[in-house]
């Protein structure tokens, strides 16, 4: 049996849970079709999801078609839960795009169907809703083409357009020869020669779909059921099987992560190679590879024989994707329960092989997005990481060490929704997309955790990259150095998107390495926090001295640790002479620029123009199409959601926004944003050491 991993896709609203549930009725899974809004949908699980309408979390659910199984996974249609989308686009094989008939391409379509094709995902496209009144055929399949950029092939013509009677009549479209000519040279002579048969057709409609060359284009009603036969034709025949050897080297990636019954992990994974069992042991994390500990030889420090030693630190903690780094450590566990779906229903099964999707049971440490044995090869984010951020204000009767649980189980199923704890203010901030999202978690913290919460003003996540040079050390036992370790460190400016490198200058054997991989670790934490609170990134540390003082005890007695170097020695000095050698740098603050595209009717222009540029927009460029105005350009982050407000009343209700992250700039107006620091304060020496060694040396 083959096996198809599929995904659906759709900007809000176009009726993809209605289409998946109309899959399924059809497919004979299920024996009455839930309603979205009724809040009975088979994917539409969450209680928030059914009672809002909208899909938050993926699902998946299996169906048969004659002899291929469907992994269909129902993903979220917003812009605010865009994460969930990308985890599930490097699982499948291919994809059913969903557009209403109505609306047409929304930004959100625009931006889904770049992914697909830029990752290079079979896509056939459902244009759904056509019973409804204000449908379009013609002129929207060149809207199709024109804004999504694609070559399409109309698989059928509709009849009764815009009313309830509307059907879809099977056929491939008169166009689709010169289209698909335009790749196959076989086909092409055909053409030329008048001779094309229907087999050389769909041969090559086939091959070209699976090539991501064309894309197929039904039309029809989730509701009604017209359309839906055919498309399930064109998923059984166009879009390629699920490929893996059962018997190769294992290798899964887990796209979800959720908690059972009983608050234990559940994981889907997909399976990519090899076959999985209850009972296996199996390592699993994140990228593989090791940080960097080599470079060329230079000065060490002295070392000595006396001195306090202390622990460093944070007091605050974070999770989920704000330190910007990422996971490349391997864990190992046992699989303890596996289970996979078979006819809209997951089933305990004794092993998951290549090709399928598996819930796992048993690994307490595993993430979204981990590698399950031999590790694929890193996956890039499709979309932009959240640039948006809120603290979270418990209410007056909320329990905080509760909050901090639920807001850590969030996190833990969406790791691009960061969680930065400041245990000294007892305040937790989370990482966004939009306000949409805002609202979900408030609900998400009262439904399912009795937790009520409200939140501050969003604001925008700025970065930190070094302007220059500088260079700090402190020598063991000299000046006001409290902790026996010798540090030096070098910051400099490395290429945009590098993140942070880290390398010696002294030589590796010079001191222990638990003590170098100290050092690295403590630097790259420390820059979670900038001179003004900000990640820093873009940036080279190299270290430039090194000492320690070896192990001593007394006479016939153990270990003096008072006298020797230990660990903590390094963790607690790092902090001070890199921030030191920060300091010397400088810094600049970048914040986070959209690039956006607003059409609008050109006789708005003159009630648009001013409140983009009060908001800090700057058009690049403008296009007149008929009574249509098409302006591109980048506005900061922070006011996109305002401009999203406000446009609908500016262009009475016909301007279309579309926005996504593009780059950071440096902040070139007003006060430079302050982020409150969650750590014990490098900047502050004094502050510093009575945090972390009780004590001024």
Same mark, same amino acid.
């Given at each position: ?64 078609? =004659? =002899? ?69 055929? =013609? ?119 959720? &908690? ?165 203010? &007892? ?271």
């Amino acid at each position: 049996m083959h096996l198809l991993n599929l995904g659906i896709l759709a900007h809000v609203d176009a009726g993809k849970t209605s289409l998946t549930e109309r899959l399924l009725h059809s497919a004979g899974v299920i024996d009455e079709i839930g309603s979205v809004d009724d809040g009975n949908t088979r994917t539409d699980t969450l209680a928030l999801e059914r009672r809002r309408g909208i899909t938050i979390k993926s699902a998946v659910v299996s169906f048969p078609v =004659d =002899d291929v199984t469907v992994n269909l996974i129902d993903t979220p249609g917003h812009p605010d839960f865009i994460a969930e989308v990308e985890r599930v686009l490097g699982v499948l094989d291919g994809a059913v795009l969903v557009v209403s008939a109505v609306e047409g391409v929304q930004p959100q379509t625009r931006i889904l169907m770049r992914t697909l094709q830029r990752l290079r995902i079979p896509t056939l496209l459902f244009v759904n809703k056509i019973d409804r009144r204000g449908a379009r055929y =013609d002129d929207l399949l060149s809207e199709i083409s024109e804004r999504l950029r694609a070559a399409v092939v109309p698989m059928g013509s509709v009849e009764g357009l815009g009313t309830r009677e509307a059907g879809f009549l099977p056929a491939i479209g008169p166009s689709a020869p010169a289209v698909l000519a335009e790749h196959d040279d076989e086909l092409l002579t055909a053409y030329v020669e008048n001779t094309v048969s229907y087999h050389l057709l769909r041969t090559a409609l086939a091959t070209q779909t699976r090539q991501v060359l064309v894309h197929p284009v039904y039309f029809g009603s989730a509701i009604t059921g017209a359309g839906v036969d055919a498309l399930i034709t064109g998923i059984k025949e166009l879009l390629p099987p699920a490929e893996g050897d059962p018997q190769g080297p294992l290798s899964a990636t887990v796209f979800k992560v959720e &908690r059972g019954p009983a608050g234990e992990k559940v994981a889907y994974a997909r399976m990519f190679s090899g076959t999985l069992r209850t009972r296996d042991r199996i390592t699993f994390g994140g990228t593989s590879g090791t940080s960097g500990t080599s470079g060329t030889s230079g000065t060490s420090g002295t070392s000595g024989t006396s001195g306090t030693s202390g622990t460093g630190g944070m007091s605050g903690t974070s999770a989920g994707g704000d330190n910007g780094e990422t996971r490349k450590t391997r864990d190992e566990g046992k699989v303890t329960a596996i289970s996979v779906f078979d006819h809209g229903t997951d089933i305990d099964c004794d092993s998951v092989q290549a090709g399928r999707i598996g819930t796992l049971r048993g690994l307490a440490e595993i993430r979204i997005g981990d590698s399950i044995g031999v590790p694929r090869k890193a996956v890039e984010h499709f979309f932009a990481p959240p640039t948006l951020e809120t603290v979270v204000v418990p209410g007056p009767d909320a329990d905080r060490r509760a909050l901090h649980l639920a807001l850590t189980q969030l996190a833990e199923q969406d790791p691009l929704i960061g969680l930065r704890h400041d245990e000294v203010r &007892r305040e937790t901030a989370v990482s966004l997309y939009g306000e949409v999202q805002k609202e979900v978690i408030q609900a998400t913290l009262a439904d399912e955790f009795g937790v009520h919460v409200t939140f501050r003003e969003t604001t925008a996540l700025c970065i930190e990259r070094p302007v220059g040079t500088g260079a700090a050390v402190e020598f063991n036992k000299k000046d006001a150095n409290p902790f026996l370790a010798t540090v030096g460190l070098r910051v400099e400016p490395a290429p945009v998107g590098s993140g942070v490198r880290f390398g010696l200058e002294v030589e590796l054997g010079a001191m222990p390495y638990a003590f170098f991989k100290a050092v690295e670790d403590t630097a790259r934490e420390t820059l979670g926090q900038g001179l003004h609170g900000w990640r820093v990134t873009d940036c080279a540390v190299t270290m430039t001295h090194s000492g320690y003082s070896a192990r001593q005890s007394h006479a016939h007695q153990g270990f003096d640790k008072s006298m020797s170097s230990t660990g903590a020695d390094f963790r607690g000095l790092t902090p001070l002479v890199l921030v030191e050698a920060l300091r010397r740098a400088g810094s600049q603050v970048y914040e986070p620029m959209h690039r956006f595209r607003v059409e609008a009717p050109a006789d708005t222009l003159a009630a648009l123009l001013p409140v983009l540029a009060a908001l800090r927009a700057v058009p690049q460029t403008t296009e007149t199409r008929g009574s249509l105005c098409v302006l591109e350009g980048e506005v900061p982050a922070a006011q996109v959601h305002g401009l999203e407000r406000q446009l609908p009343g500016l262009t009475r209700g016909e301007g279309e926004w579309e926005s996504a992250f593009d780059h950071y700039a440096p902040v070139a107006h007003g006060i430079v944003p302050e982020r409150a620091r969650t750590d014990h304060n490098p900047l502050n020496r004094k502050e510093y050491l009575l945090n972390v060694t009780r004590r001024v040396a």
